[in-house]
């Protein structure tokens, strides 16, 4: 049977897609924000570097694929797998290199040799925030400084977290000045991964601030973070950023979001009182 093609709504004279009409607007207090590819482009072509990475290792072992075919293996479970703790990544590569007959290091050593390789990349990218000759707007989704300034103004509790190892999160974060809008509710991947989770973190700020159905508002650009903000009757924002370009959608992240269930896709930040005004009830489709 054919499935029925769904037209795509939305708001009037914008980019904002409204995927479910149903949500429940007007009630959010609490505003999770997810970091890399959603706030920050400090890491942006970080598949570019993993990738590689693993096929490289994966090519060496005895029982190996041609490489076209590893590379498509690969980048199938990076991406599966993105959102959460990069060492779920790393630990999935070990496993990936003992099916096809070889011995496998750490998950902790591939995780360090990717961080150094990713560091290559993206250092100058940081030196530059910090010593003021790479202006922060240039390295963060569009509009993003102006939408967690109107949240903080509007009285929301502004949360963090994300996959990236806590020290690198917090390092970039004051890098690009957006530290001040989060206090101490910036939260990031631990070296005892089991001890942290974007649903470990998502349940926790649901209790603290008592909060229910509409309560959580949140973006992301991952599978893992809308999937759970759903799961606990948020909102959730999906933004399908283009990190390169800055510029429009990238079609693969918004369909992937769709699928984990994002309420509402968007390409950035530019249109941020259009979707306030949708999401607080003064605005419709």
Same mark, same amino acid.
């Given at each position: 049977m054919l499935q029925k093609k769904v037209t795509p709504m939305f708001l009037p004279g914008t980019r904002i897609e409204i995927v479910n009409p149903d949500l429940p607007r007007g009630q959010f207090s609490?505003?999770?924000?997810?970091?890399?590819?959603?706030?920050?482009?400090?890491?942006e072509g970080w598949p570019e570097v993993m990738i590689p990475m693993m096929v490289d290792i994966l090519a060496e072992t005895p029982q190996a694929e041609p490489r076209e075919a590893l590379s498509e293996h690969v980048e199938e479970f990076v991406m599966r797998l993105n959102g959460k703790q990069t060492i779920y990544q790393m630990i999935h590569l070990a496993e990936e290199v003992g099916k096809r007959g070889g011995t496998a290091?750490?998950?902790?050593?591939?995780?360090?040799?990717?961080?150094?390789?990713?560091?290559?990349?993206?250092?100058?990218?940081?030196?530059?925030?910090?010593?003021?000759?790479v202006e922060p707007e240039i390295l963060t989704v569009p509009g993003s400084?102006?939408?967690?300034?109107?949240?903080?103004?509007?009285?929301?509790?502004?949360?963090?977290?994300s996959g990236t190892d806590h020290q690198f999160v917090a390092d970039e974060l004051a890098a690009l000045k957006l530290d001040a809008y989060f206090g101490p509710h910036v939260y990031g991947a631990q070296d005892e991964y089991k001890s942290f989770s974007k649903k470990m973190i998502i349940e926790k700020l649901m209790a603290e601030n008592s909060l229910g159905d509409g309560g959580l508002l949140g973006f992301g650009d991952?599978?893992?973070? !809308?999937? +759970?903000? $759903? #799961?606990?009757?948020?909102?959730?924002? =999906?933004?399908?950023?283009?990190?390169?370009?800055?510029?429009? !959608?990238? +079609?693969? $992240? #918004?369909?992937?979001?769709?699928?984990? =269930?994002?309420?509402?896709i968007i390409p950035d930040y530019r249109e941020r009182d259009a979707l306030l005004a949708y999401l607080t009830n003064g605005a419709d489709v």
């Open positions: 609490a505003v999770l924000f997810d970091f890399d590819g959603t706030l920050s482009l400090v890491r290091k750490e998950p902790l050593e591939y995780k360090q040799q990717y961080h150094d390789l990713l560091w290559e990349r993206v250092s100058g990218r940081v030196s530059g925030l910090k010593d003021g000759s400084r102006e939408l967690l300034e109107k949240l903080q103004a509007a009285g929301c509790d502004l949360y963090l977290a991952g599978y893992v973070e !809308i999937e +759970e903000i $759903k #799961r606990v009757g948020g909102i959730a924002v =999906g933004v399908a950023s283009d990190e390169k370009y800055r510029e429009g !959608i990238n +079609e693969w $992240k #918004r369909n992937r979001l769709m699928r984990a =269930g994002a309420d509402i």
